[in-house]
């Protein structure tokens, strides 16, 4: 994790050096707010580190970083409206701490903001990299829509959930990994496998996130057990459940999707998961996406020492998190 | 306004033929719903007949006229969210028709198109379109911000409100105008004048507008009159009287504003601007503007036949709307 923290920490300095304000107040403080509540910074330490596979000088990505970490969180303030979340980082949300104007307006700003501070990158084709953030862009609403769209949506298959969290959450992760790539000097061919790398490590995360929400140790991630199983959220294990139970056991599930009492709800689907190896099934789903990813690596037209600090940070990464 | 009727033509049919479908449909039906409830589509229109004052080949202002349409469209749709608005030109607001979370999204990917279809622009230096779209379009933000603040703030000056309406309104007329421009090849000290003529054409639009809506004749403006004083909007006409009403008029004027009886209301507030010649002010005022506009028209470093057909069209949009 090495790279990983030295990279974070020159996120962090340029985070807190750009200066993000303005007038009236009440549409810039959100920006200088959200981006203090701190994170992993996953994404731009991802544009930095793909850069440094084609080039040492990582600093001209900077602005490409600092623009996905903008973007980045233009989303979450959003996505915190529609979610009704009242609190994000142990803090209140933006809607909540000033109102639902505010994070309307001032998630605008940060979307604009983050296209301006890619603009001020030192790139022959400027033109490139905004096409590539915006359809990144674009991508990401689609998938919030599809998760919105699932919470009615009655049938939905482990393939549409794959097509939902790719879009969500893991071209972002491709798309920071192209543009670092492609400040970086690297060629058309590697910066399409830089994609797919960051696309399918994107996958395997969410998934990986999944299977924590439900099997992992509640001290280390930080969170109750069952939060997804406790709102009926459809996860691939929920999907995957549900694609495997006999007639008996589909009406099991779906007596506990409507049972008040929480603990008890978590504890039947719990003990359906385990009848049914869903955990076990989801492993192997999320192993298939990291070996995807990682034969994206290694197609790379660099030599592999030049590649072993984003393999080693991708692995230390996954394991963290278990 | 022949030449404003043919650019419209081309707009309208631009608008038609683009392409704007995508998945989720949620996502992206309301994009063409938007853009087909019609409108004067006067920001694109001045995109183009901008390009026109310095190149007779106006078909490469085409995207940029498209981007500011989609721009605009974008601020209607969450500015509707935020003004609790139900219908726009006889149709129900997005937020209406689908719900809060589609008008935010819907909104979110029109501002990504609306920079995507800029950057399809046949010029030299697109980031420079890029940063004057995205300045204009953080000014928006504020502008909505503000008008936001001033529903709550007790004191607003008038130069406040022409502070609000500029960056609200009047930018985005200047914006659409320099990027036309800059296409047809202008140079900056030109762009820059035609910058300032919208800018200063848009608040002399927003105080006609504003002086109509207490004073027009209701069966050709559209709307009946005193709809900004019966929600006690204030406008330039009701900054003016409170900065010159006497202390007993003061009085009044509360009482006014805390009166339910709509038509009562309307009657003692239009009163009291005839007493005090309120409309005649904000005449005054308006034909300032306009006088600054057509002076930067003049310094323009072009032939006063090839701004000839700009001016008739302001003109005649400033008489169309009385």
Chains 1, 2 share one sequence.
């Not at 544009?47 to 600092?66: H, R």
């Amino acid at each position: 994790m090495k790279t990983y923290l030295s990279h974070y920490e020159l996120v962090e300095q340029t985070l807190n050096t750009y200066n993000f304000s303005g007038e009236p107040i009440e549409l810039y403080e959100p920006v200088t707010y959200m981006l203090s509540l701190g994170g992993k910074r996953l994404r731009p330490v991802l544009v930095l580190m793909a850069c440094e596979l084609f080039d040492d000088n990582i600093e001209k990505a900077l602005p490409a970083a600092l623009a996905v970490e903008v973007f980045h969180n233009f989303t979450l303030v959003h996505d915190d409206i529609m979610d009704k979340a009242d609190i994000r980082r142990g803090k209140p949300t933006v809607h909540k701490k000033w109102n639902e104007t505010v994070a309307i307006l001032s998630g605008d700003l940060m979307m604009i903001k983050a296209i301006d501070i890619l603009c001020e990158t030192k790139y022959h084709q400027i033109p490139e990299l905004i096409r590539i953030f915006n359809k990144t862009a674009a991508e990401v609403c689609e998938g919030q829509q599809l998760d919105m769209n699932f919470e009615q949506q009655v049938k939905v298959s482990k393939a549409d959930y794959i097509n939902m969290i790719t879009l969500k959450t893991a071209v972002l992760l491709g798309g920071s990994l192209k543009l670092g790539a492609l400040i970086g000097g690297a060629t058309h061919d590697d910066a399409s496998h830089v994609y797919e790398l960051g696309k399918n490590i994107g996958i395997a995360f969410q998934i990986q996130d999944d299977i924590l929400d439900s099997f992992g140790d509640g001290s280390i991630v930080g969170k109750k057990i069952g939060g997804d199983i406790s709102v009926n959220k459809k996860t691939l294990l929920l999907l995957e459940l549900m694609e495997s139970a006999n007639e008996a056991d589909h009406l099991l599930i779906k007596q506990a999707l409507t049972e008040t009492t929480i603990d008890k709800k978590i504890e039947t689907i719990l003990q359906l998961y385990k009848k049914y190896d869903v955990k076990e099934k989801a492993e192997e789903t999320k192993k298939e996406y990291l070996k995807l990813a990682f034969a994206h690596l290694d197609a790379l037209s660099i030599s592999p020492e030049r590649s072993e600090s984003l393999r080693q940070t991708a692995i230390e990464l996954m394991e963290r998190m278990s």
